[in-house]
């Protein structure tokens, strides 16, 4: 079995770009452009890795830090086809053109995934992260990049891969809010509309869990720069603290509702070492929703 790590980087997300994967030292490739979003790169480096590979037989285990590369390619594929590459709330899928390429590079093939922690030490997940990064920088900076030996014996060439290179680039998903809910949260209480609810909903569930909690650059991506939370104990926590201690990832919603345009109050109740009823507000930004405050306070 193949075993390979994948992984993408944008410096600005969207901004220089780069992908990589990596099997050893002497098995190994990367490239980039001068402007796309990591998750452009998350799935580049997969499909340069499949077509490298496309004439071994053997399986293939691919190891990415990317929730949304993995579910994309193993659960929401099929639907996005049989609507004509249309997300379930009808808005064209993201980064089709790569999408429609993995499909065919996934066909006849034995290949599984394993999602990996990133920036967590581990050894091929960050080697593949350091030459994708080393890719971005080169186009920043506007030097070749390494492109790495690649695969052994293998016919992929970087003038085939520049056939990827991205014209247009399209707004990059909020990191865990990898596809519209296909059904909207109508029953919950509040004001706001029942899209705004199920997006924020699926934004809480993001930020109790553990994979999200334990990894600070994850957990930035759903915090607005100034964030600020009070905790229980009286605490102040910014966006700047790093990782949160993992917690249950149990809770009830009260109300969400909408303030003003773009800034929207939940209200909940966190069932984790005894009921704590929670507050938080979320603004939403071109990058999407993100949590500018967080308030807990203990349940009488």
Known sequence: MIIAAADGSSLSNPGPAGWAWYVSDD?????????????????????????????????????????????????W???????????????????????????????DREVEFEWVKGHAGHAMN????????????????????????????????????????????????DLFSFDAPAEP??????????????????????????????DPKKLRELLHHEFVSHSVDGEIVTAAHGAWEPTSPDFEVLGIDEYADGLVGMRWIHHADGDRLRFSLWQKLPAGWKLRFAQVTRQP
């Open 185 to 214: 949260e109508s029953t919950t209480p509040g004001n706001a509309s029942p899209r705004t609810k199920a997006w924020l909903i699926r934004l809480t569930r993001e930020i109790l869990s553990e994979e999200v909690r334990t």
């Open 77 to 107: 594929m099929p639907g996005w086809k049989r609507r004509g590459w249309k997300k379930g709330d009808g808005k064209p899928v993201l980064n089709v053109d790569l999408m429609k390429e993995l499909d065919v590079a996934l066909q």
């Open 27 to 75: 098995i190994w490739a990367a490239g980039g452009w001068p402007h796309g979003t990591n998750n452009m790169g998350e799935l580049m480096a997969v499909l340069d890795l499949l077509q490298s590979t496309a004439h071994v037989e053997e399986p293939i285990r691919i190891l990415c830090d990317s929730q949304y590369v993995i579910n994309s390619l193993t659960k």
């Open 126 to 173: 960050e080697a593949a992260d350091v030459r994708a990064r080393a890719a971005a920088t080169a186009f920043q900076q506007g030097v070749p990049a390494d492109e790495g030996p690649g695969f052994p014996e293998s016919t992929t060439q970087p003038a085939r891969r520049q056939e990827f290179a991205p014209k247009t680039v399209d707004e990059e998903p």
